[in-house]
Every structure is written in C-alpha cells, then in structure tokens.
C-alpha cells in the first residue's frame, strides 16, 4: 500500500495509532519523572561519596560511562526492534532501567555505584523505544502531531521531575534514595507500555541477522541522513546534554552566600533544570502543528535560527535566576527540532529499516548526552562552563548553515509526501 492510500484509510492500516499517542504521553511523563527526579542531582550524589575536587570532570566521567554504554548497544536494539517489534524495546527499557536505578539507590561508593550505572544505560532509552513504536505505527500525516504529543509528555515529566526531587531532597537521609523514584517512574512507564500500547508489525524482510556494520552504512548512504543524525546529536547535547552541566553552573553561582533570592540552591538546581522543560511544553504542541501543515525543511531550518539565537544568551548569565531565564527561552525555541529530525529520518529510512534507521539516530543521541557532560568536564576546570555554553552555539550554527546548504536544490517535503 502506498503512502497515500496510508494517509487515507489510517485506521484501517494503523487502527492503534490515537490510542498509542495518549498512551505514549502518560507513559513519557511518568517514565521522565523518574529519570529527572535524580539525573539534575547528580553533582550532589557524586560529593557525598566525596568529590569535591573539578566536580564537573568527576560528573563528566559518570554520565560519559552511562551514554557511553547506551550508544554502544542501541544499534543492535534497532535490529531486534525491526525483526521482533518495537514494543519489546520499551518494555526493555522500562523494566532493566527501573532495575538498574533501583540498585544504585544503595551503592554506598563509586565503585559500587557503576555496575548498576551501566547496567541502566545498556537498557536506556525509554523515550526513543516508545517514539520508533510511534513514527512506524502512525499515518505520515499525523505523524508531527502525535511525536509532539509524546514529547510533551517526555517534558512534562522533565518538568515535574526535578520540583519532586527538589521536594523530596530535605526529607532523604542521602541524595542516592532519588533513585528509588527513578526506579518506581521507569517501571511504572513499562507496565504501561506492558498493557495498553499496540503495535502492528511490519513484515521481515529478511532473517535475523547481525550486520550493524552493514546497516550503518546503508542507512548513513541516505541523501541527508548523515546531517540528520548530526542535528539529533546537537539537540541531545545542547537540552538534555546540559542538564548536569548547569547544576554544576548553579553551584558554582551560589557557593558563596548559598542563596539567591532567599531561595536555596538544592531549589535553584531544580528551577533550572525545569525552566527548559517549562518552556518546551508550551511550544511543542505549537511545532506539531506547524510540522504537519508546512514544508518540514522549512520548518527545521526556521527552528534551527531561533534555536541558535536564543542560545547566544546562555553563556551571557552571571546569576542563577538569569540562567533560568536564559533556558527557558532556549527550550522554548528549539522544542521543535527533536519532531522534526525523526519524523525525517523515519521518512528517509530504507524499506525495512524504519526501526534500525531510528535507533541509530538514537545513537548520535545518546553521543550527544555523553560527549557533552565529557567536554564540559575538559573545557570547565580550562576555562569555565560559560566556555562551554558558548561551544554549543557553534555546534547550533555549524547544524543551521549546514541545513541551509542541504535544502539548495532539493524539492520541498510535504507533509505526507513519499520519499
């Protein structure tokens, strides 16, 4: 069946896909309430197992392990995605992550602290599992609208997730008891996904086998999709790439009266980390919108400009309150580019490798949220984090003027068009 007969007869093709959306919302709140409930207090878990010395290297090291491990293993999720569902991989990711943050509760050093780590980022993403599921079980021309809406969800539990461990911190003995209500978020995302999202399959092409090698090639030989995946990186690195950064950022702000505003700075760490998360809430429905009705290149192009201009005023801030302004803004205008780029990267995917196309985008996701908190640990104890900050600019502006480069001479991609 063509892409257009598809769009016609969706729920013919793809009778699951509105059920799937509010599924998938739920299911990425809750899951991200989890996660970010402890990931902006990484810094505070870290000094009370007694790093106190270029803190920032010591969370660059952590989280670089954690990412690392996940862009190691995603490809081989995307090929068992593409031969025994994608549903597999979000229940994958629910269960064995909830597990892994569970025994990092009660890791009382580093040592006993990285083996759960790992174990957590070998099954790590949530989000992108449940999104393939969506972009490979939705009409093309609903497709923008019901991205946005699991990232809304996604958000809102980025949102919420920091305001609870705010909450939750003047109460627990140690900061690595926020695990357990990251454990308690992860399981709760799969037993959702567990029973009420449906998939329809496609057909397997071909028998199972191992050729990540040979697939990376095909898939990167895609006119365009090598940039695709680099754009996947830049907004991994520079939204939630950031997020330990920052916290280290607002630390560093408040060291000296502890306060700004009568406000703490366990407080800060959380309204900073949420301010981004605020601010995409509002916007995506908006980008959804926006990506179903217009040329996708035209819209990615327009969200990379406000995506960069807005980044210009992160490496400007001099106190907490400001850096919070100065994220909101950036989330609010670069919100988009998540939507966009996979609703491309599924379009642009080889016949049977829809699955395998999206987890390797995943990939430069993951290397995004790795190299980041890696190269804010080098260039921190160097030349500041405001250094850094102003690094991720040049990555947002060498992604735009590369896009810009790659729309010359191409048709438009309407929303529904084949490719």
């Known amino acids: 069946m063509d892409r257009v007969s598809e769009d016609s007869q ?38 009370e197992m007694g790093f106190q010395e270029n803190l920032e290297s010591w969370v660059g090291l952590v989280v670089g392990v954690f990412f690392l491990t996940s862009l190691l293993i995603t490809p081989l999720w995307g090929v068992v995605a593409d031969h025994y569902g994608k549903k597999s991989m979000t229940l994958r990711a629910g ?31 949530f989000v992108p599992a449940l999104g393939a599921l969506l972009a490979t079980n939705t009409p093309t021309r609903h497709m923008g609208t019901v991205l946005s ?12 997730g920091p305001a609870l461990g705010a909450a939750l911190v003047a109460f627990l003995p140690v900061y690595r008891q926020l695990y357990w209500v990251s454990s308690a978020g992860l399981i709760g995302a799969g037993l959702l996904a567990l029973f009420l999202v449906r998939e ?13 090698l040979r697939d990376a090639v095909q898939v990167l030989r895609v006119p365009g999709m090598p940039l695709l995946f680099y754009l996947n990186y830049v907004f991994s690195a520079t939204v939630y790439g950031t997020t330990p950064v920052v916290s280290v950022l607002t630390l560093q702000m408040l060291e000296d009266g502890g ?19 605020a601010s995409s809430i509002f916007s995506l429905p908006v ?49 988009g580019m998540q939507p966009a780029v996979m609703r491309m990267i599924r379009l642009k995917a080889p016949r049977g490798m829809h699955g395998r196309a999206i987890y390797f985008g995943t990939v430069f996701h993951m290397l995004g949220m790795c190299l980041a908190a890696l190269i804010a640990g080098v260039v921190g104890p160097l030349f500041g984090l405001r250094a850094y900050l102003a690094l991720n600019c040049i ?25």
């Open 10 to 47: 969706p729920t013919e093709r793809f009778p699951y896909w509105g059920r799937n959306m509010w599924t998938a919302f739920a299911a990425c709140a809750v899951a991200n309430v989890g996660f970010s409930a402890s990931y902006p207090y990484l810094p505070f878990i870290l000094r």
């Open 95 to 125: 269960f064995g992550m909830g597990l892994g943050f569970f025994l990092m509760a009660f890791a009382p050093n580093l040592w006993w602290f990285l083996p759960p780590l790992i174990l957590a980022g070998a099954c790590n993403g």
């Open 149 to 160: 809406v699991s990232q809304i969800g996604a958000q809102g539990g980025n949102l919420a």
């Open 200 to 212: 329809v399959k496609a057909a397997v092409v071909e028998p199972f086998r191992l050729h990540l």
């Open 259 to 277: 306060t700004e505003w009568g406000i703490g700075v366990e407080t800060w760490v959380g309204i900073v980390a949420m301010a981004i998360y």
């Open 287 to 335: 980008w959804g919108r926006l990506l179903d009705r217009y040329d996708q290149r035209l819209m990615l192009a327009a969200i990379l400009v406000l995506a960069f201009l807005s980044s210009l005023t992160l490496p400007l801030v001099q106190t907490a309150w400001q850096l919070a302004a100065a994220r909101l803004l950036f989330g609010l205008c670069s919100a």
């Open 395 to 419: 990555f947002l502006l060498m992604g735009l003027v590369l896009w810009l480069r790659s729309m010359r001479g191409q048709s438009s991609l309407q929303p529904g068009a084949s490719t």
